[in-house]
């Protein structure tokens, strides 16, 4: 059966190299085929505000047994930067690209303590799916002091 969160392309899209937005754009740094530590393709955009680089932002293409854990987006913005909504309006643009490989909805985690990113995904349409999902203590994150994750749908 085909989950609900999985997309229907799982490779690069051509000429997705920049993204073009009103506020960011976004720059392809890597397309990842898989890694260590994850078995799904992604794509890992810099963040970038009047050309400089500000953050990161990646979409997970696909669908496993570490999706709950991992989620479908990560993102990180310089401390700096912080508080200027400058997250959101990257996740808006990675939701378009999202779309464009046929996702109908996006699962995004986070740790129950971190407000900003509760905020951003809130705003981005999110619903808390799971609370406090606990993350197997045979995990990377759980290694690195992150025991739990708050787990959200986004319609697309």
Do not use: W
Request: hydrophobic content about 40%.
């Amino acid at each position: 059966m085909v989950s609900p969160y999985d997309c229907m392309i799982h490779e690069k899209l051509l000429h997705k190299e920049i993204i073009k937005g009103p506020i960011l754009d976004l720059k392809l740094k890597v397309f990842c085929v898989r890694d260590a530590i994850d078995s799904l393709p992604s794509y890992h955009y810099q963040i970038l505000l009047a050309g400089e680089p500000i953050g990161m932002i990646a979409l997970r293409l696909g669908y496993d047994d570490m999706t709950m854990i991992h989620g479908h987006v990560g993102y990180s913005i310089q401390k700096e930067y912080q508080g200027h909504g400058y997250s959101y309006y990257a996740m808006d643009m990675i939701k378009n690209l999202a779309k464009e490989h046929g996702y109908a909805k996006l699962m995004v985690t986070c740790e129950p303590t971190n407000l900003r990113s509760i905020k951003i995904v809130l705003k981005s349409g999110g619903r808390l799916l799971f609370e406090r999902h606990l993350v197997p203590s045979t995990h990377i994150y759980y290694v690195l002091g992150i025991k739990e994750l708050n787990i959200y749908e986004i319609p697309l």
